[in-house]
């Protein structure tokens, strides 16, 4: 079974600034099946970023995803208000599919 | 237009069976990787079983307890609860595969599964 770490717990900037995610896994991912999911108070989860660096549908350019074997990164330009929220690492392995913790992104 | 309604959530006691339904319109769940994700209100998300065209993976922690099945005459998926825990009060969300990536594409509302004595 595949253990994600993400780190940091939270992470606390301010509109304008750029963020950067980190998920590392307790082994070696293909890179087709790991992805980012963004989550907002009250609301489902909503993918981000699949096969570690495709954006979803109707994504900013802003975000982007990058990495490979067990380290990942989801990287965010010029956070604007609507980007703070939760983070979630996500891997397919198998016949095994696991998440992160988590990351919250705050003002 | 790709949409996940889920309903059956709500109050069951310690040891009750619970079946959750998720309907789908905009694609055909019959070739689409389908999946039950949950997650305990104000914690992380926690995958619990998938079924796509021919295979079912369930987590270790709902194995033997939870079915997950596909109602392709009606294009809905379920996902049959038995022998509940407290430790099963979550939301629960349907989930549409991203094909080819086991990533989780769309998602339904969720519904609210509380298991209360």
């Known amino acids: 079974e595949v253990v994600l770490t993400q780190s940091p717990g939270t992470l606390s900037l301010s509109p304008g600034e750029g963020a950067t995610l980190s998920c590392r896994a307790s082994?070696?991912?293909?890179?087709?099946?790991f992805a980012w999911y963004q989550q907002k108070p009250g609301q489902a989860p909503r993918l981000l970023i699949y096969g570690t660096s495709s954006r979803a549908a109707g994504i900013p350019d802003r975000f982007s995803g990058s990495g490979s074997g067990t380290d990942f990164t989801l990287t965010i330009r010029r956070l604007e208000s609507e980007d703070f929220a939760m983070y979630y690492c996500?891997?397919?392995?198998?016949?095994?599919?696991?998440f992160g913790q988590g990351t919250k992104l705050e003002i | 237009q790709v949409h996940l309604v889920e309903s059956g959530g709500g109050v069951v006691q310690p040891g009750g069976s619970l079946r959750l339904s998720c309907a789908a319109s905009g694609f055909s769940v019959r070739s689409s990787g389908m999946h039950w994700v949950r997650q305990v209100p104000g914690k992380g998300l926690e995958w619990m079983t998938s079924l796509d065209e021919i295979r079912t993976y369930i987590a270790d922690s709902v194995k033997g307890r939870f079915t997950i099945s596909k109602d392709t005459a009606k294009n809905t998926l379920h996902l049959q609860m038995n022998s509940l825990t407290i430790e099963d009060t979550a939301i629960y969300y349907c989930?549409?595969?991203?094909?080819?990536?086991?990533?989780?594409?769309?998602w339904g509302q969720g519904t609210l599964v509380t298991v209360s004595s």
């Open positions: 989930v549409k595969d991203r094909t080819g990536h086991g990533a989780f594409d769309y």
């Open positions: 996500q891997q397919h392995t198998g016949s095994h599919y696991s």
């Open positions: 082994q070696s991912i293909a890179s087709d099946f």
